[in-house]
């Protein structure tokens, strides 16, 4: 702020009224004038207006110091989020991964050691996304049936997955 004192921040703050500055001229607005013009406001209408205006007027202000320039966003890149790509390694093994898993399922699927409604479980659960509360409700059996079918389905698939290389 080059002159505090002739700032529009100091105007308004330190006048009785509301001031306005335009290119061309000054513009204060009194409390006698402001319930003149508008006859169902009241003193505390007015006050309340003139902090909001004080308000504004502060953070113009502060925008214009050497600070508020650096907080500027030139190219707002500081609110994206960043997501750094993996690893070549990373990606290898993330890839390995997926290639075992799918050999996996396809070997647990077809080695005929899931029951058939381990199977529709195991699918709805892990490729459907259904919660294993809602496969329970939906069949009409207990959660815990439910659960322990698809972990002993996991635990098999963990063994073909170890297998594989």
């Given at each position: 702020?080059?002159?505090?004192?002739?700032?529009?921040?100091?105007?308004?703050?330190?006048?009785?009224?509301?001031?306005?500055?335009?290119?061309?001229?000054?513009l204060?607005?009194?409390?006698?004038?402001?319930?003149?013009?508008?006859?169902g406001?009241?003193?505390?209408?007015?006050?309340?207006?003139?902090?909001?205006?004080?308000?504004?007027?502060?953070?113009?202000?502060?925008?214009?110091?050497?600070?508020g320039?650096?907080?500027?966003?030139?190219?707002?890149?500081?609110?994206?989020?960043?997501?750094?790509?993996?690893?070549?390694?990373?990606?290898?093994?993330?890839?390995?991964?997926?290639?075992?898993?799918?050999?996996?399922?396809?070997?647990?699927?077809?080695?005929g050691?899931l029951?058939?409604?381990?199977?529709?479980?195991?699918?709805?659960?892990?490729?459907?996304?259904?919660?294993?509360?809602?496969?329970?409700?939906?069949?009409?059996?207990?959660?815990?049936?439910?659960?322990?079918?698809?972990?002993?389905?996991?635990?098999?698939?963990?063994?073909?997955?170890?297998?594989?290389?």
């Amino acid at each position: 702020m080059k002159n505090y004192r002739k700032s529009d921040y100091a105007l308004n703050k330190f006048s009785e009224g509301i001031v306005y500055q335009f290119s061309d001229r000054t513009l204060e607005i009194s409390l006698e004038d402001f319930l003149r013009d508008n006859p169902g406001k009241t003193e505390a209408d007015f006050m309340a207006l003139k902090a909001v205006s004080d308000e504004i007027y502060l953070e113009q202000a502060r925008l214009e110091t050497a600070q508020g320039n650096k907080t500027f966003s030139m190219t707002g890149l500081e609110d994206a989020t960043a997501h750094p790509a993996p690893s070549l390694d990373d990606s290898y093994i993330m890839s390995d991964d997926r290639r075992r898993v799918k050999l996996a399922v396809d070997k647990l699927f077809r080695c005929g050691k899931l029951t058939v409604k381990q199977k529709k479980r195991f699918v709805r659960h892990f490729f459907a996304g259904v919660s294993l509360r809602k496969i329970a409700s939906d069949e009409g059996v207990h959660f815990t049936s439910v659960n322990e079918s698809i972990r002993r389905a996991v635990d098999k698939l963990r063994t073909y997955f170890n297998e594989i290389k």
